[in-house]
């Protein structure tokens, strides 16, 4: 038992009532056909717009032609204010070589150097969990955030610095809710961004505190008194081609796009991990089980023999991926599906409608872990399951989350039995990632209590 997807409306529906819908949820604003189709288009009454759900095209767009689908100038308007022009939002040259930068700090052999700080903010959590009725949206956010300045800072979310950008960052999002997907309103690109003024103050507060933390970081360095971190990696890396590496403006625009992509998108998928487990006590017993073989010092290699929770991880991912849609641009007349599509068209490719596909998955709405030991039922994996994108756009950050959520999920499950709270079952919405509409309360017992205190 899973909880019911959005639900979805049914044939056509008039372009401000979709406006409407849309502003308050954008998954439960797309038709039901989405989940067996494999194109749709929209016709809105300034461009036109093509979900795609065919593999081919998804593997066009992302893998074999990323060149000529760039993301959109409104998705770099709409977050430059806290963003400015973080590798996130780029394209071209500029991207190119940002991700040259950046890539290395994440690469595999680099991840064992993060295991530390990540294994020590998971400790903190659970010694910082309460039990009874918990909001584990809340926690997980909390835990999180803590684990991105552990990482790229040396710092836990208690430092003065790291609180507040973590507090200002949820007012921030309280105040533009929907993110990355609010270049997917049907709006036209003429119209002038629109940012209250308390999103632009926020932001730029935000921006101040991580300069601060970027230059003291660049003294560190030059005085050679830098902790081995993520940030030390990421700003001594030097350009292969050009030789230089970021300046501090530059740096400021990454860390952003580090907290922001690498803090909401976890905890959003430990979250319904958590409650997947709940509604799944079986599978709950066979995590805790496996997570005995962390032993006492947990270690690097110790995550890579958690093989089931990689799987419960994996599934949750595919029936919640945090990012739910992302958006491209046609820059040339296009042929999809035998339809042309016109310059500047809009290109949405949408996770959460491939990994439910009913063309593509067996039994695609059931939570089956199993599924990905099993050859033929996990097949569809390699052309239509992309929580973390694909092709040479694909998420910076997507080792470092696997190792987070596996190691997470252990650590929590170790300590801590979940089980349904005593309301209704969350209702998925997609805000800047795909949250529980009403919050997600789950009781939480330490295990070996009999009671919750
Ligand atoms: C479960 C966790 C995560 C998920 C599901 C996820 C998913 C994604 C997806 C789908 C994209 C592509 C977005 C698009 O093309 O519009 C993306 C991009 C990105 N992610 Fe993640 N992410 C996760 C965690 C992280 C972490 C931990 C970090 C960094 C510490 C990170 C950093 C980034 C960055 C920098 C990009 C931009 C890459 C580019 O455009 O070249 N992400 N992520």
Known sequence: MIPPKPPAREGRTSFWRYLRLFRKDILSAQPARLYRAWMAEFRTPFFRSYLCNDPTLVRLVLSDRPGDFPKSDRVREGLAPLLGNSVFVTNGEVWTRQRRLIDPAFEGGRLRDTFPAMLAAGEAAVERMPEGDVEVEEQMS???????????????????????????????????????????????AWLPRLHRRTTVATAARIRQLITELTQERAALIAEGRAPDDLATKIMTARDPVDGNGF???????????????????SASALSWALLMLALHPEVQ????????????????SAVAGLRYTRDVFREVLRLYPPVPMMVRETTRPERFRDRDVPVRSQVVLSPWHLHRHERLWDDPDSFDPDRWQDA??????????????????????????????????ALLVRAFRFAPGLGPLPTPVAHLTVRSR????????????STPK
């Not at 017993?285 to 690097?300: H, M």
């Not at 996990?378 to 950050?397: D, L, M, N, Q």
């Open 438 to 449: 009403d919050g997600m309360v789950l009781r939480v017992l330490r295990r070996g209590d």
């Open 285 to 300: 017993e066979r995590v805790a089980a496996e997570s005995v073989a962390l032993g006492e010092t947990p270690g690097f």
């Open 247 to 265: 300046d501090t403006a530059e740096m400021v625009d990454q860390v952003a796009i580090f907290f922001l992509a690498g803090h909401e998108t």
């Open 142 to 188: 909390h835990l999180t955030a803590d684990i991105i300045f552990r990482t790229l800072f040396s710092i836990p979310i208690e430092h003065r610095t790291a609180a507040e950008v973590f507090r200002l960052f949820r007012e921030h999002q309280r105040t533009q809710p929907i993110l990355n997907l609010g270049a997917l309103l049907p709006l036209p």
């Open 376 to 409: 033929a039922r996990k097949a569809p994996a390699r052309e239509a399951y992309i929580p973390f994108s694909a092709g040479p756009r694909v998420c910076t950050g997507a080792g470092f989350a696997m190792l987070e959520g596996v190691l997470m999920l």
